[in-house]
Nanobody
Framework: VQLQASGGGLVQPGGSLRLSCVAS????????VGWFRQAPGKEREFVAA???????YYADSVKGRFAISRDSAKNTVFLQMNRVEPDDTAVYYC???????????????????WGQGTQVTVSS
């Protein structure tokens, strides 16, 4: 599966942004889809994931502010980012894997397929 992430940009603190991850080649229905982010000088970190069951999981730092969802008709997974903070500034990546187990969803190394990343900058 090929992934294309988009939707990043400059947003003020407290604002909202929606990232999109479009899949081609395969439908998302069989895949676990995750969002990760990487800030300058830091390691890539888990943000959110949607398991095959439809259950969703979030990093503590974004819980209650971000939401991951899927539009099956568009074969797209979204990351709705609300009440953004300067610490949310990073390059955001979507990732997918069709054999990932639940205990591995927070580990970037567990995902085989990655999008190219989209920059999110939170600044006034």
């Amino acid at each position: 599966v090929q992934l294309q992430a988009s939707g990043g940009g400059l947003v003020q603190p407290g604002g909202s942004l929606r990232l999109s991850c479009v899949a081609s080649g395969h439908t998302f229905s069989r895949y676990v889809v995750g969002w990760f982010r990487q800030a300058p000088g830091k390691e890539r970190e888990f943000v959110a994931a949607r398991f095959r069951s439809g259950n969703t999981y979030y990093a503590d730092s974004v819980k209650g502010r971000f939401a991951i969802s899927r539009d099956s008709a568009k074969n797209t997974v979204f990351l709705q980012m609300n009440r953004v903070e300067p610490d949310d500034t990073a390059v955001y990546y979507c990732a997918a894997d069709n054999s990932l187990i639940l205990s591995s969803i927070r580990f970037a190394s567990a995902y085989d397929h990655w999008g190219q990343g989209t920059q999110v900058t939170v600044s006034s």
